[in-house]
């Protein structure tokens, strides 16, 4: 099994990371780098449990190999929030709008989420439903989840129109 | 909807977000996967390829020669692990004792190996390694082939049956009568009979008949199972880290399964990624057992192939179903034959549904049977109101064919038969006070049903719309609970329970200690304690969460103020009846200024030669009176008579909660289950080929329902309280579920005038009901 030195940027930081290369991103970020944010629970792409932001783009990280990211940027959940104890409008409003029960899904649609409000800052209903039909929630039906990321798109929307203003 | 008036509270009722939430919005929450333990050995299983199979011998000599690889652990190890030297994988005959295959293998998936190594993937190696010479022997797979005499046995005998996992979810009081005498593979036959069925056949005006099938399913959660465990030579200490959905059972079993000491056991429910009834105890003993024997930590947690394959799905059924009815409506007669697959091991609702498949109505005649029959595939477990949506889709699709041949309003219909307090279920045991008639009633006032001939005249010439109706329900479960609530120095509240909050129970605790202290909900923590420092609770199943822990709760909060009250009542010289607990302290009643502060009174309680006993209160209770949750659902569908799809259009879920302690979480539990009801009726299926070997085993051919699929849910809250829940509370996990399927399949036979015998209803099982393919036998009334 040989090993390999991973240097990128996660969160914002820079880091190196010995990895083995079979690892995934998603392998790397958990063992190696102590983020167990990010969540398994198919490790085939098609569960969205795993998905981060590679340099800005959604993957699902249990399909991207970790000495493939040599270089570049990876969001996890770990670094949505805005500073310290500011939650993301995302964050918040699923919070406010009880779209996660036991939790596991949360981080992967929290990510996806923002991936599709970061192109799209007022997408439909249907869009939403569609963007994340490649995150699987068992426990809230959906509903709430739709609506805590319309809830946020507004929130973020006002918020740019406001600051846009001063 | 209820008429009674209902007291008016502060914070019970209320719609309150997660106390708690943080954590699972930051990544910060901890699972059972999440946690590493030094010097940690990782496990892979070994499984068999084969539905039966006799195991010949395991070869480890390749595997332990791979670098990393430290242990091949095998059933005959485990007395290794026992206090007494004792081997329950032995000719084990339930799931739970089966840690490893022992001699044979009864299912394809089931584990006969244990690998352990450095890491995850020199233990894969490792399982590539292990050599298993296997001799086939014949398997069962299809029901009906399985109950014949003659036919090969799934496995050898079963002596004692274990329900504990059944149990955990219902409290049933019937026999189950099991197997003896001549080797079969029906393990447990349960039968009640009421009146006399041929006469109530004779005067029916309309008898339907028809045998109706469901599919075996995984409950779907997203997490797969997780165990670890740190065994540690040196004090004897054993520490298990659980996905579980109850700590206490998990500890129970590695106590009974390993003679451990509960003294030197410690589980720690994490963080639970979804259960559904599918997280008892599956692999704990098993990951126990093997850091026992290895002297180190081991962790295992399961692929998501392995999980779907061999955890412990929901069973499938196969009932068949004989009603009568009169020309008015009325009932006359049920027969019911009802088979759940247990898969290789026993442990199938069929009590429960047969129960409850016959005891919604009034049945002025009945007799029904449940089987639970073995066959050799993976045992089954519990999923949420385990068995009954199998039942209800057959009862529900009788009811509804019967309407239809009468020409009955098929809402009326069951508005009119409906059981009320005080019937009898089908064992003759009496309802407590339910609301199933005032569900029924709201969902058939809904536009949803009121306009359904409207939604059929949307219909064109190869996109049929109907709406279906069915209702569905769940006895509760019954299990005693402890808690405690304890006064801070600043006058907080902390509170410790024993129950893994899943979906935000610890929120509506919160609510509860809020109401009964009169205090605000950031003036409270709940920590869930393991089963070391945590008063006892029950599993978070069987709906019983809240309806038993936040009762126990309550006395505990109650308890809490009477010794502040008996406190304040000395100090400030006056009578306990005259004082009152508002703004944080405890005054006299029309006199504020005689007032202690709470935090004040938690001081003299714990101060340095305080002259008060500290203030901690205690609530424990035993839960004896069952308070039912029953649910109507509606929904509107889309059949494309070309492909056979099914479209999801509108759907609405009315459900008895009693009383909503946080309508917020209420919802989510309503709507989380209807969603896995849409599941039931249109996609959710294990599927295998004639060997046995499940051809579906991951998430993309095991299709569990996404956002783009469904709907916006609809969620009416009824509100019948119970007599012995907290505020009149009932469960509110299970009843949502078990609708679904059937008011679907009902809505399919609307649109296109034929009935699925089967759900899920595939786009082939569509096309075959209509008649485009296949035999067409399945024409509406056969
Ligand atoms: S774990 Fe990556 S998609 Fe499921
Ligand atoms: S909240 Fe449990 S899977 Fe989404």
Redesign the interface.
Known sequence: ?SRLIVSARINGEARELLV?E?DSLLDAL?ERAG??????????G??G?CSVLLDGRLVNSCLVMAAEVEGSDVT???G??LGPQQ?HPL?SA???E?A????????GF?VSAKALLDTNPDPTEHE???W???????????????RAVMGAAETMRNTASSSEGA | MTTETRPEYSSVGKRETRIEGAGKVTGGAIYAADVQVPDMLHCKLVHSPHAHARIVSIDATKALAIDGVERVIVAEDFGQAVKDGSNPAIDASNRGAALLAHKQAVFTGEPVAAVLAETPSAAEEGVEAVEVTYEVLPHVLDLEAAMEDGSPLARPPVSDIDHSEEEAHVTLDVDTEEAEGKPTNVASHVSFTRGDIEAGFAESDVIVERTWRSASMHQGYIEPHATVADFKPATGELTVWAATQGQFMVRDTIMRTLKWPETKLRVIGCELGGGFGGKMTLNSPLVAALSVIAGRPVKLVLTRAEDITAAAPAPRAMINLKTGMKKDGSLTAIEASVVYGAGAYPGAPAAVGALLGTSFYKWPNLKADGYEVLTNHVSVGAIRAPGTHNAMHAVEQNIDEMARQLDLDAGAVRLQNVSQTGDPMASGQEFTKIGLDETVTQAIEHPLWKNREAAKAESTDTKMVGVGLAIGGWLGGLQPAAAEVMLNNDGTVNAVTGVNDITGTNTSFAQILAEELNISLDQINITTGDTKTAPFAGMSAGSKTLFTVGRALREAAIDLREQMFEVAADRLEANENDLELKDNAVSVKGSPDQSLGMDRLASMTTGFGALYKPLVGSGSIAARIQAPGFTAQLVKVEVDTDTGNVELKDFAIVQDVGFAINPLSVEGQMEGGAVQGMGIGLWEEYIYDDDGKLRNAGLLDYRMPTAADVPDIESLIVEVPSEDGPYGARGVGEPSITAGGAAIANAIADAIGARVSEIPATPERVLRALGTVGDGAEAAGS
């Open positions: 099994m083995d079979r958990r983020l167990t944010g990010t969540k398994e629970g198919c490790n085939n098609n569960c449990a996890t959940v770990e949505l929030e939650l964050q699923f919070l406010e009880a996660l029960q036991c939790g596991i899904c949360t981080p929290l939403v439903r569609f994340l039909a490649g995150n699987l929630c068992r426990c809230t039906g959906y509903d709430k989840i739709i």
